[in-house]
């Protein structure tokens, strides 16, 4: 996106140097980096960063609001809901899709956000391997607000150990050495130090929790959590039977807590008004059906992995839903294939990370993901066989 830079990384690639490239990036934990890794990083000028960051902000002004625990209570399933629920969640992350506005102009749009970690821990390692195989400006990073890999690890590792010892705190995940994120918790093991446990590993006595370390048992005192209770509900009757246990009145902290997965999140975008987000209604508020419903995303508000989405809209999809309060209905966005490469340009989603610490009036953009598409939408399923493609990151102009 910044043709002078773009040019240069292209001109300047190698087959042979993504391979070198790979290696290194699957060195740290052999086979547990599943997902394709795109060619190239993005690279953002510092307008378009700054168009991102005040979209951000004005949807933290509406989670640090004193209403919105009000607005969004009814975004917790009860069926889900976890006791003590904390003041604010630790981690939000943004979605934005880079689009092409009616004048021709690039611009971010909102996809979805979530309460809930992401690739926070990979993406240090990513962005060392990433500088060390490709030439990156030096007044560009993946880090924002002045943030550097040490001032970031130190930040991450305050939120997620609190005051408790790396051994007390424990990142919990249903299955975690299955998962096709398991690169990120293994380097958060090795980056803040914490065990990563299994959902089936919980040992519980009274309303506390332990985990075994060889023959001793260990007390859990903070969980950085990693299950997504939709995902959770996915699973065989003994793993939902065991995750019940987390829904008890448990003497455990929680980074983040759970039932901010459910309160930021596609239910929070209705309640949003910015250039840079969709209009979004609840499905059951909409007095008169749009007649251009082609420009619209028809979203179930609890779904796994995005399932349930309907892209392209018919009235009789709306008919058939049975519970429109659980639903809504989102002015699409046009995704632009605005990265350059070889063959096609892609198209790209880039993910901005908010870190919340204790006693802070709001959180702070920190660093970020990047995903890179040829197809129809962002994912996997979307781009086979497809070249400069996958997981990345944006490199923003400082």
């Known amino acids: 996106m910044v043709p002078a830079i773009r ?9 042979a140097k993504y391979a070198a490239y790979l290696d290194e990036l699957h060195s740290k934990h052999p086979g547990a980096i599943e997902f394709r890794v795109a060619e190239t990083p993005i690279f953002i000028d510092r307008n378009f960063k700054n168009k991102i960051l005040d979209a951000c902000e004005a949807i933290v002004d509406v989670i640090v609001a004193q209403r919105f625990t009000e607005l969004t209570n009814r975004a917790i399933p009860t069926s889900v809901a976890v006791p003590g629920h904390s003041d604010h969640t630790h981690f939000i992350a943004f ?71 790396p051994e007390e705190v424990i990142l919990l995940e249903i299955l975690p050495h299955q998962q096709k994120t398991r690169i990120d918790f293994y380097c958060t093991q090795d980056y803040i130090g914490i065990p990563i446990i299994c959902l089936t590993e919980l040992i519980k006595k009274e309303n506390q929790l332990f985990y075994k370390q060889g023959d001793q048992l260990i007390r859990i005192k903070r969980i950085y959590n990693r299950i997504i209770f939709d995902d959770l509900r996915q699973q065989e009757p003994d793993l939902q039977e065991k995750g019940k246990i987390l829904q008890e009145d448990l003497d455990v902290e929680w980074v983040p807590h759970p039932n901010w997965f459910y309160r930021i999140s596609k239910y929070t975008l209705p309640f949003i008004d910015h250039p840079y987000v969709p209009p979004t209604q609840f499905l059951h508020q909409i007095k008169t059906v749009p007649a251009d419903l082609e420009n619209y995303v028809l979203k179930p508000l609890f779904s796994f992995a995005g399932q349930g989405v309907v892209i392209d809209v018919t009235p009789a999809d709306i008919a058939a839903v049975k519970d429109p309060e659980n639903w809504i209905l989102q002015k699409k966005v046009n995704y632009a294939p605005a990265v350059e490469t070889p063959d096609e340009p892609a198209k790209a989603e880039i993910r901005i990370f908010y870190f919340w610490e204790e006693g802070a009036k709001r959180p702070i953009a920190t660093n970020n993901l990047a995903r890179l598409s040829k197809g129809k939408m962002i994912g996997v399923r979307y781009n086979k066989d497809k070249e400069w493609v996958g997981g990345s990151l944006a490199y923003f102009e400082q």
């Open 95 to 165: 979605d934005f899709g880079i689009c092409k506005n009616e004048a021709g102009e690039l611009e971010p749009q909102l996809i979805e956000m979530q309460g809930f970690p992401t690739l926070f821990a990979y993406q240090i390692w990513h962005d060392m391997v990433t500088r060390k195989h490709f030439s990156i400006p030096e007044n560009y990073s993946t880090y924002l607000n002045g943030f550097t890999p040490e001032t970031y690890t130190t930040l991450l590792q305050k939120i997620i150990l609190g005051k408790h010892l």
């Open 7 to 15: 040019s240069v990384y292209n001109d300047t690639f190698t087959q």
